[in-house]
């Protein structure tokens, strides 16, 4: 495992990701969901389907995809556009260890603001009632791994990386996720919510997709973006050299 981490490159990536503008947005959604979690618990006294409402309707389903799109992209894509991926490239790292780092580094970023938050709205809005906070928290977690590496991917590969991964989460997941059944076959997530229903006590929590397949999936695309990443890195180091 240590020869696919590189401490400077994490050092570095954690730097990028975490600057004062990407920063206000990371801090800004977590933010906002403590918000109206603490105002409908104040206002209304949410019931459990309340919770489940906010947790993924809007945890789930927008916060957790809108953090990936940021940590993700922001983990190589900004390098890439202003060229200085090359110095890195030129250092003697193994273009595996650049990218699995950086992935690290997105995954790492993407659960804490994204897990970590959903569970203590949870446990604000119903005090972790039929295990709904931890479920929606070990959702968010999950997915942040499979969204860092889908939107890692979409760094090296577009310089509209950020507008891509917004079409993905927005148009995708949320629009057509909602409107056609078999584009939720193919929603990460609909496999979180998979592992989340598993967790959950009751009802309340769905998924269009069983919990082997959902998990086949998420580490199927996990691997396979991560590796044409890779791939696509290699592609990028041969081209800056020509």
């Known amino acids: 495992m240590s020869s696919l981490y590189h401490p400077t490159v994490a050092r570095l990536t954690y730097r990028a990701l975490l600057g004062r503008r990407r920063a206000l947005i990371l801090f800004s959604l977590p933010a906002l969901l403590l918000i109206i979690a603490l105002a409908v618990r104040v206002l209304t006294s949410a019931d459990d389907s309340t919770a489940d409402g906010i947790l993924g309707g809007f945890a789930i389903a927008t916060m957790v995809p809108l953090i990936g799109v940021i940590a993700g992209t922001g983990a190589i894509g900004p390098e890439i556009d202003d060229g200085s991926v090359l110095y890195l490239l030129a250092k003697p790292v193994k273009r595996p260890t650049i990218i699995v780092t950086k992935l690290i580094v997105a995954i790492g970023v993407t659960a804490a603001f994204s897990a970590i938050p959903t569970l203590l709205a949870g446990f604000i809005l119903n005090g972790n009632g039929h295990q709904l906070a931890v479920a929606y928290a070990v959702a968010a977690a999950v997915a942040s791994v499979a969204y860092s590496a889908i939107f890692l991917l979409l760094g090296t590969v577009t310089r509209h990386a950020v507008v891509a991964g917004l079409v993905y989460a927005l148009v995708w997941e949320a ?68």
């Open 175 to 242: 629009l057509f996720g909602s409107l056609i059944s078999g584009a939720r076959t193919l929603s990460v997530q609909q496999w979180a919510l998979a592992l989340a229903q598993k967790i959950g006590e009751g009802d309340l929590i769905t998924s269009d997709v069983g919990l082997p397949a959902a998990v086949v999936l998420l580490v199927a695309v996990t691997v396979a973006a991560t590796w044409y990443a890779g791939s696509k890195l290699r592609t990028l180091t041969v081209a800056g050299e020509e």
